[in-house]
């Protein structure tokens, strides 16, 4: 693992710089941690939505931005001007922006990761905290919608070779609705009540700081993808585990990942390398050649996602290569 640029700016969204960390007199509850890139299009609708979603709870926000070219940086100062902005002056991936914003802002009791792409439902981090206290877990998640209204399925089991297998066979919704067989838990009824679950989608996450201080930072070298399910299976390891709670809320709006082809290839390569770390050489081969079954499979249906995918996971230096920026380019026309 790798630990967040240290010499990133930290700046006061007026454009003036700031020397040190920044700290109140009085600590916040919550550290609330923005990692955002080129995202000026959605990031003031959850900045604006902070106020009503955080209720009677202190907070300080840190927004780290990941080198964006367009007005995030703006767009950030318009929205909350009294937040910490830090400027990485680089695309370092989304673990990278949580370490950096979790390093300059001493945190209170717990902190929260958020996309920019997320809007906080009213009161949705006072039940986040309620429910960290009532389960003494080490991450919690609020149920999540889409901009429709309609549930995200954001409860995860942990990655395992039947559960590929069962997602290669019937698809992962289906899969998802059989007992445990599923990685993605897809029936609407596991989200009625609070819940136990191995890891979830990374868009809003409240972490313990005990649980930061025993398993942080995020792991850098996944980029993007896979480093909050590593994080959250470290965390389980460690007996810090991960709840699902109703009565928080929040909506995501969601990026492109199953429909941009660059993203799909380091979405499903990363899936791979978190699963040969974690189970060894021979494991981590057949759980490769699964995957590659897997999107071959479709990628003959005429997916151009998967078509990228099988492309990366069958090129040895994609796979083995590091991680980056780069990672996320895709010609179509290969």
């Known amino acids: 693992m790798t630990r967040a640029c240290e010499s990133a700016t930290k700046i006061r969204p007026n454009g003036g710089q700031v020397s040190g960390v920044h700290k109140r007199q009085d600590p916040a509850n919550v550290t609330l941690v923005i990692v955002t890139y080129n995202s000026a299009g959605v990031v003031g609708g959850l900045l604006t939505s902070i106020p009503v979603g955080l209720g009677n709870v202190r907070a300080r926000v840190v927004v780290v931005d ?59 981090v006072p039940e986040l905290l309620k429910a960290l206290d009532r389960t003494g877990a080490g991450i919690v998640v609020p149920r999540l919608e889409d901009a429709s209204g309609r549930l995200i399925p954001s409860q995860r089991r942990e990655p395992t070779l039947l559960r590929l297998l069962a997602d290669l066979v019937l698809g992962a919704e289906r899969a998802g609705r059989i007992g445990t067989l599923g990685e993605v838990v897809t029936d609407a009824t596991a989200y009625e009540a609070a819940v136990k679950t191995d890891w979830a989608e990374g868009s809003t996450m409240l972490i313990s700081t005990e649980c930061w201080k025993e398993v942080g930072p995020w792991d850098e070298t996944f980029f993007l993808y896979s480093e909050e399910t590593d994080f959250a299976l470290r965390a389980r390891d460690a007996g810090l585990e991960c709840w699902y709670t109703p009565t928080a809320q929040a909506t995501h709006l969601e990026g492109g990942s199953s429909t941009t082809p660059g993203l799909w290839r380091l979405l499903v390569v990363n899936k791979w390398r978190l699963y040969a770390r974690r189970h060894g050489r021979l494991a981590g081969a057949l759980f490769l050649g699964t995957l590659i079954l897997r999107e071959a499979s479709r990628a003959v249906l005429g997916r151009p996602t998967s078509r990228a995918a099988l492309a990366g996971l069958l090129s040895r230096d994609f796979r083995r290569g590091p991680v980056g920026a780069h990672s996320i380019r895709y010609d179509v026309s290969t």
């Open 66 to 124: 990941n080198g964006s070219t367009d007005n995030t940086i703006e767009a950030v100062s318009a929205a909350a001007p009294d937040a910490l902005l830090i400027a990485t002056g680089r695309n370092g991936g989304y673990a990278a922006g949580i370490n950096a914003g979790v390093a300059a802002a001493e945190p209170g009791t717990a902190i929260l990761v958020l996309n920019p792409d997320v809007r906080l439902g009213p009161e949705c």
